[in-house]
């Protein structure tokens, strides 16, 4: 029965997106079709290129919470130059820098001088989006040159380009996590940052690098996006940060820190994905769906504190109370 109860708590994201989706597929027949599927995954790709770096920040034990701002000033901004000079390689390297600098400031501000990792970057949610409605005066920045537009459209085969960047990031993520160092250091510095230090981890190093990862990954997200788009509202990543962290919470990663697993990160991509996709199948307001997702993140916290004391008394009455209270930390899994 205990073996069970782990069983549930830590794949409960999988066991209800079986269940959305046969709701969906019962209540529209046109939900369960391939081309949908297809329109899911291109829906939450740049999602999930946000999420999942997200997902190993809050493992550390911290959170970034200025991402959907750091993807819209980048997107404004690759997109002034490229307007500006033609050349979409330099629009490009533009939203990197911006992703370094942001990255960079919030790990400066958190990892090194312990300011508390909300405060900031709600702050700098607050910065990076007026920037952008700044810099363009709110206007919607258009006449990009056709080889960055066409990164928009091109596939290969029946899979879209922005679906196969996902993939290779899951898969990047995945290994990240599991097979070097870096990604066992993360769960320990999440575990208990003091006890870490002691092991030997560079805790502020790490945590600095992951802040940097994750606002550059942000940055490329939002050029996708205008990629996609054609255009790049300054707009384009507002409320990408409650989604994102929606689906990392859905994904079983505790906010607490020290777990979470790769494979639960997608399962929580995929929840919010279909939701969202089968609400405007059904012909519901988008701002019911607003409501819906905040809701959803609502619902993940509390879970999130119910299944972690969940697995700690499981696991301590079977006997291994201090090794495995957090398991997705000792051993994580696909």
Same mark, same amino acid.
């Given at each position: 029965?205990?073996?069970?109860?782990?069983?549930?708590?830590?794949?409960?994201?999988?066991? $209800? =997106? @079986?269940?959305?989706?046969? +709701?969906?597929? /019962?209540?529209?027949?046109?939900? %369960?079709?391939?081309?949908? &599927?297809? *329109?899911?995954?291109?829906?939450?790709?740049?999602?999930?290129?946000?999420?999942?770096?997200?997902?190993?920040?809050?493992?550390?034990?911290?959170?970034?919470?200025?991402?959907?701002?750091?993807?819209?000033?980048?997107?404004?901004?690759?997109?002034?130059?490229?307007?500006?000079?033609?050349?979409?390689?330099?629009?490009?390297?533009?939203?990197?820098?911006?992703?370094?600098?942001?990255?960079?400031?919030?790990?400066?501000?958190?990892?090194?001088?312990?300011?508390? $990792? =909300? @405060?900031?970057?709600?702050? +700098?949610?607050? /910065?990076?989006?007026?920037?952008? %409605?700044?810099?363009?005066? &709110?206007? *919607?920045?258009?006449?990009?040159?056709?080889?960055?537009?066409?990164?928009?459209?091109?596939?290969?085969?029946?899979?879209?380009?922005?679906?196969?960047?996902?993939?290779?990031?899951?898969?990047?993520?995945?290994?990240?996590?599991?097979?070097?160092?870096?990604?066992?250091?993360?769960?320990?510095?999440?575990?208990?940052?003091?006890?870490?230090?002691?092991?030997?981890?560079?805790?502020?190093?790490?945590?600095?690098?992951?802040?940097?990862?994750?606002?550059?990954? $942000?940055?490329?997200?939002?050029?996708?996006?205008?990629?996609?788009?054609?255009?790049?509202?300054?707009?384009?990543?507002? &409320?990408?940060?409650?989604?994102?962290?929606?689906?990392?919470?859905?994904?079983?990663?505790?906010?607490?820190?020290?777990?979470?697993?790769?494979?639960?990160?997608?399962?929580?991509?995929?929840?919010?994905?279909?939701?969202?996709?089968?609400?405007?199948?059904?012909?519901?307001?988008?701002?019911?769906?607003?409501?819906?997702?905040?809701?959803?993140?609502?619902?993940?916290?509390?879970?999130?504190?119910?299944?972690?004391?969940?697995?700690?008394?499981?696991?301590?009455?079977?006997?291994?109370?201090?090794?495995?209270?957090?398991?997705?930390?000792?051993?994580?899994?696909?």
């Amino acid at each position: 029965m205990n073996r069970l109860k782990i069983f549930i708590a830590q794949n409960g994201t999988f066991l $209800a =997106l @079986v269940v959305l989706i046969a +709701f969906f597929a /019962v209540m529209n027949p046109r939900f %369960l079709t391939f081309n949908n &599927g297809q *329109t899911i995954l291109l829906q939450i790709a740049e999602l999930g290129l946000i999420a999942l770096p997200l997902a190993f920040l809050v493992m550390a034990g911290t959170l970034d919470l200025s991402v959907g701002s750091v993807a819209s000033l980048s997107a404004v901004v690759s997109a002034s130059v490229m307007v500006s000079t033609g050349n979409a390689l330099l629009g490009f390297a533009a939203a990197i820098g911006v992703g370094l600098v942001a990255g960079a400031l919030n790990g400066l501000l958190v990892a090194y001088l312990k300011l508390n $990792a =909300l @405060v900031i970057t709600l702050g +700098f949610l607050s /910065v990076w989006g007026g920037l952008a %409605l700044f810099l363009t005066d &709110g206007a *919607t920045l258009t006449g990009f040159p056709e080889s960055f537009t066409a990164l928009g459209t091109m596939s290969f085969g029946p899979i879209s380009l922005q679906v196969i960047i996902l993939i290779l990031f899951t898969v990047g993520a995945w290994y990240l996590l599991n097979r070097l160092p870096i990604g066992r250091n993360v769960l320990a510095i999440g575990g208990n940052s003091r006890a870490a230090h002691l092991m030997g981890i560079n805790v502020q190093r790490t945590q600095f690098l992951l802040f940097i990862l994750t606002s550059v990954c $942000a940055a490329i997200a939002g050029v996708l996006l205008s990629a996609k788009l054609h255009s790049a509202p300054p707009t384009v990543g507002t &409320g990408m940060e409650i989604q994102a962290l929606t689906v990392v919470l859905l994904g079983g990663v505790a906010l607490e820190g020290g777990a979470g697993r790769i494979s639960g990160v997608i399962a929580g991509l995929l929840f919010v994905g279909v939701l969202r996709n089968g609400l405007v199948i059904m012909g519901v307001s988008q701002f019911l769906q607003t409501i819906l997702i905040g809701a959803t993140l609502v619902v993940a916290v509390l879970l999130d504190g119910s299944i972690q004391r969940l697995l700690k008394r499981t696991w301590s009455n079977l006997g291994a109370p201090e090794k495995t209270a957090k398991p997705a930390a000792a051993a994580p899994t696909t």
